[in-house]
């Protein structure tokens, strides 16, 4: 199981359920994570593609979309902040 974390307006547009997921078969990297909740839920997808995407893996900036991934890990995607 890999924990997912929607944050900002990527909260707003990812289903609840999507919070906890076994890892899909085929998916071992950031990106093709990205990939699949792009397939599995597209409006979700089409509001990652619109910004700039960061990812945190496990609390850390990933900055590679080829970063593997596995059981446990949490993933966060967090969009731009704005505010002054």
């Known amino acids: 199981m890999i924990h ?7 909260g707003d547009v990812a289903p609840a359920g999507l919070g906890e997921i ?3 078969d085929g ?4 990106g093709e994570l990205n990939h699949w909740l792009a397939e599995r ?4 997808g089409q509001a990652m593609a619109a910004t700039p995407t960061r990812m ?4 850390c900036v ?5 970063q593997a991934i596995a059981d446990g890990d949490e993933i966060a995607f967090l969009p ?3 505010g002054g």
């Open 4 to 10: 997912l974390v929607f944050l900002g307006k990527f």
């Open 62 to 66: 990933a900055h590679d979309l080829s």
């Open 80 to 82: 731009p902040m704005s």
């Open 56 to 59: 945190i893996v496990n609390q």
């Open 22 to 24: 076994a890892l899909p």
């Open 41 to 44: 839920e597209p409006l979700l």
């Open 27 to 30: 998916v071992g990297t950031l």
